[in-house]
């Protein structure tokens, strides 16, 4: 099915020889799939650990610190930036309330390098402040932060999660508040910021946590065959006692790729529940709480990913579920657990025909549930004696989270948001029909954010398809195609790129541009069709949305290609990558971070067997092809006049490999016929960005505004 063909034979003297100047040389390497031969002239750069790739990596760096560093208004746009944090410097973040009198949460530290959790007796409660992340191995060179924490239910331990230099993993330990002491155990080769959390045991004995076997990034092995274990306190971390595996449980027929993780609701379930898989929908299984006990728990099944739940909650008796099954809209759904039935369950809440279910939360007062109109109009109901009632916010939003204490508590948290405001979070009274700010942060306003208007339109895409398209720009703007335009766009795993006070759009707007986002297919902003209609075969129509979306606000005067900016990251990579490999004509710059740009070799790169739910794989002819169309960098061809552009990329990424805009970037330098500059950004003492310093994000965040407004013509941002 696949075959490798390597034409050449160099020494490691001559291939040092090669890159150790800014421009890469291509070394020839064929791939057979099937019967398309595909070459990959930089595929060496993918041993990052290479001391030759290394220094070529290190040049790149070095060439753009260097130029970015002379950009005129730069070094103002950073001093302003550090400005407004400055104002926010006692915004909170990962808010937990354990009950209504006990809050927790995280800050930046003074010195931006660091976070420090603190604890609150109450909203109107003193802050005491716990731990400062600076504090922990201080004597090491690292620079560690706190990506997670979970109280257990009497608040007299905490279990923190430490990661060092953007890598993401934690390491877990245990504090004692009273004491104020951490235990001996560390609990190492977990995530459970991003995969399962903690769960504690209703009488604070220990917890459940996911368990990674390899962390790795460049190891075959990497994040495969993980385990969820039951972790008692005081004893041996090493001394795992498996609850879900591959390895225990094979009759379940688990896939390496897959994560098993335990779920528990409140602190005294009388049930664990237990979900298969990564990306997408996932089967789950269920065990009686007092299986914890045993050797073996016997898992039985819950629902399959055919069922298509999003999110479920027990709740008395019954399962309550939010699903895409009978409409890809979603709608509400119970089955009793002692005659389950997720074929065909009890209606709660039915889809709507023009908006999607988007959340749900059950309190003592009852159920309630949100709705998104293409992402950015959102809407807050209550089912209230068979009855649905809207919820009047206290003002409109773009996008609202839920949080609750428990199906047996009546608190309700309320949070909104919008592209031109930061979160506010109210609680709401079900019984008074009342909310009362309860904002942990101070809400902030920016001069820039005056006199703003938001437009949400459709337009047109090249199938006829209509996709959301959001404009914000400052009252007064003229259609006269002189405006500096910055277009976002992601479109993958049904996220929906919801409305929020993004930095990019602040100080966008700031210097009198438009802020622009592409809702394209892939996301979730119209269902579960709309992320079906730009996934694996359907992927084109997300870089294809996005360039009809460029086209509309050319057409229409907004802006013009010569000051046409767009960024992207991520996963996202794809949908700009594709767009300007396609298009590069429409574009003036291009920022990409962290981008996955190379799909054709996602496969064998970091959670690259997850990512095969989303994108496809090598291994069959449709996967390939559709692998082959949506990757960017086997799209550049050799003598065309391409945009300016600047891709981050960070050695310790987790996510999206270093090197697949490294070679982006090596195969644009040697391919493209303008003198833009094609600026690669290598962080080699960080990763994807999730887990990064205050400082860190500032410095990023002036690279790139400042690019952007070098390449679209501002006269403020030139190169001295």
């Known amino acids: 099915m696949k075959s490798q063909f390597i034409y050449y034979f160099l020494s490691l003297v001559w291939l040092t020889q090669c890159i150790t100047d800014k421009d890469a040389n291509q070394l020839s390497i064929q791939n057979t799939y099937f019967s398309t031969t595909v070459e990959d002239p930089y595929r060496y750069l993918e041993n990052v650990k290479d001391a030759a790739v290394l220094s070529w990596l290190k040049t790149q760096d070095a060439h753009t610190k260097e130029t970015l560093k002379k950009i005129s208004g730069r070094q103002q746009l950073l001093e302003k930036i550090e400005t407004y944090d400055k104002m926010r410097a006692d915004a909170v973040f990962d808010v937990k309330v354990l009950s209504s009198d006990a809050y927790y949460y995280l800050k930046y530290a003074e010195n931006h390098e660091a976070n420090v959790l603190y604890f609150k007796k109450g909203i109107d409660g003193e802050e005491t402040a716990i731990f400062n992340s600076q504090d922990y191995k201080s004597d090491t060179k690292n620079t560690y932060i706190i990506n997670y924490f979970q109280p257990s239910w009497n608040g007299q331990k905490i279990a923190i999660g430490f990661t060092k230099n953007d890598e993401e993993f934690s390491e877990i330990v245990i504090y004692d508040v009273p004491s104020k002491t951490f235990h001996k155990e560390v609990i190492d080769h ?138 890809s809209n979603f709608g509400i759904y119970k089955t009793s657990l002692d005659s389950l039935n997720f074929d065909k369950p009890t209606e709660i809440v039915p889809a709507y025909s023009d908006k999607i279910l988007k959340d ?38 773009g996008s609202i989270s839920l949080s609750s204490i428990g199906t047996e508590f009546p608190d309700l948290w309320v949070e909104t948001e919008g592209w031109t405001s930061h979160r506010h979070r109210y609680r709401y009274e079900a019984e008074k029909s009342q909310f009362t700010t309860e904002n942990v942060t101070s809400v902030v306003s920016y001069p820039e954010l005056q006199d703003v208007v938001v437009e949400e339109i459709e337009i047109t895409s090249h199938d006829g398809v209509q996709v959301p398209l959001s404009i914000i720009y400052k ?59 730009g996934y694996k075969t359907t992927k084109p129509n997300s870089w294809k949305d996005f360039i009809a979306c460029t086209e509309f606000l050319i057409d229409e005067g907004y802006t013009s290609s010569e000051k046409f900016a767009v960024w992207g990251g991520s996963a996202g990579g794809v949908t700009i990558g594709r767009a300007v490999t396609e298009r590069p004509d ?124 070098w390449q679209t013509g501002s006269e403020k941002y030139q190169v001295e």
């Open 190 to 327: 977990c995530w459970p910021s991003e995969l399962g959390g903690i769960h504690w045991l209703a009488d604070n004995s220990g917890f459940t946590y996911l368990h990674i076997p390899d962390i790795d990034t460049t190891s075959s092995n990497y994040i495969l065959d993980t385990a969820t274990v039951l972790y008692r306190l005081g004893s041996n971390p090493k001394d795992l006692h498996i609850l879900f595996s591959r390895k225990t449980h094979p009759e379940l027929e688990l896939n390496p790729e897959d994560f098993p993780i335990v779920n528990m609701f409140g602190q005294h379930p009388n049930y664990m529940f237990g979900r298969v898989g990564g990306i997408g929908f996932k089967d789950y299984y269920y065990a009686p709480i007092s299986e914890l006990g045993k050797e073996k728990v016997t898992w039985k099944p819950l629902f399959k990913k055919k069922h298509k739940v999003e999110k479920f909650l027990p709740y008395q008796n019954d399962i309550y579920f939010l699903s895409a099954q009978k409409a």
């Open 360 to 397: 749900f939360t059950i309190t003592s007062n009852g159920l309630f549930f949100t709705t998104t109109k293409n992402g950015v109009l959102a809407n807050l109901y209550q089912l209230r004696d068979n009855n649905i009632e809207n919820i009047v916010l206290p003002k409109a939003s």
């Open 475 to 533: 009252k007064g703007m003229r259609k006269n195609g002189n405006n500096r335009m910055l277009l976002n766009g992601y479109g993958c795993y049904n996220w929906i790129n919801t409305p929020m006070l993004y930095p990019y759009l602040l100080y966008w707007l700031g210097e009198g541009g438009i802020y622009a986002v592409a809702h394209v297919r892939g996301g979730g902003e119209k269902g579960e069709q709309w992320h079906k209609a």
């Open 586 to 709: 429409l574009y003036a710059a291009v920022i990409i971070r962290v981008g996955l740009l190379n799909t054709l070799r996602s496969e064998i790169a970091p959670n690259g067997q997850n990512n095969v739910k989303e994108f496809g794989t090598v291994k069959d002819s449709l996967g390939f092809e559709a692998l082959y169309a949506m990757d960017a960098y086997h799209h550049i061809e050799n003598n065309v006049a391409y945009p300016a552009m600047f891709l981050t990329s960070g050695i310790n990424d987790s996510r999206v490999a270093a090197w697949q805009p490294a070679k982006f970037a090596a195969r644009l330098q040697a391919a493209t016929s303008s003198d833009n500059p094609i600026l690669l950004s290598v962080n080699f003492s960080e990763g994807h960005g999730f887990d990064r310093t205050q400082k860190s994000k500032r410095e990023e965040l002036a690279d790139i505004i400042s690019f952007a407004l």
